[in-house]
Nanobody
Framework: QVQLVESGGGLVQAGDSLRLSCAASTRTSSVYGMGWFRQTPGKEREFVAGISRGGGNTYYADSVKGRFTISRDNAKNTVALQMNSLKPEDTAVYYC????????????????????WGQGTQVTVSS
C-alpha cells in the first residue's frame, strides 16, 4: 500500500477556486490509477475524479465535469485536484486514493479499484 497525505482544503466562497494536493510515500510512477473521492456526513463516499498511471486518461463525475481537473506529477509523486467555480454542494471531506496493485476490470469510479486512502481534507464552500 501507499501512504497518502492530502492538503489544500479550506473555507472558500461560492465561485472561488481551490487546489487540493495529495503526496504519496512512494513513486507515483509505480502506482496505477489514482483518484479523488468526497464524503459528506450521513452519505456514502462518492467518486469525484480519476486518472490513469501515465495521466493520459481522466475520468470525472458528472457533477464536477467542466469545473474540476485532476492531474498527476509522477516526478514529484503527487496528484492534484484543481477545483473551479465551487458550489456549496461541493462541501465535503475530500480523499485521495491510489491503486498500488493493479486491479483489472475495476472502474475508476468505484472504491474497489483503490487499496490506499488518505485521511482526507475538508473543503467548505459558503454561499
Amino acid at each position: 500500500q501507499v501512504q497518502l497525505v492530502e492538503s489544500g482544503g479550506g473555507l472558500v466562497q461560492a465561485g472561488d477556486s481551490l487546489r487540493l494536493s495529495c503526496a504519496a510515500s512512494t513513486r507515483t510512477s509505480s502506482v496505477y490509477g489514482m483518484g479523488w473521492f468526497r464524503q459528506t456526513p450521513g452519505k456514502e463516499r462518492e467518486f469525484v475524479a480519476g486518472i490513469s498511471r501515465g495521466g493520459g486518461n481522466t475520468y470525472y463525475a458528472d457533477s464536477v465535469k467542466g469545473r474540476f481537473t485532476i492531474s498527476r506529477d509522477n516526478a514529484k509523486n503527487t496528484v492534484a485536484l484543481q477545483m473551479n467555480s465551487l458550489k456549496p454542494e461541493d462541501t465535503a471531506v475530500y480523499y485521495c486514493a491510489a491503486e498500488s496493485r493493479l486491479r483489472v476490470g475495476e472502474s475508476y469510479s468505484g472504491e474497489q479499484k483503490y487499496d490506499s486512502w488518505g485521511q482526507g481534507t475538508q473543503v467548505t464552500v459558503s454561499s
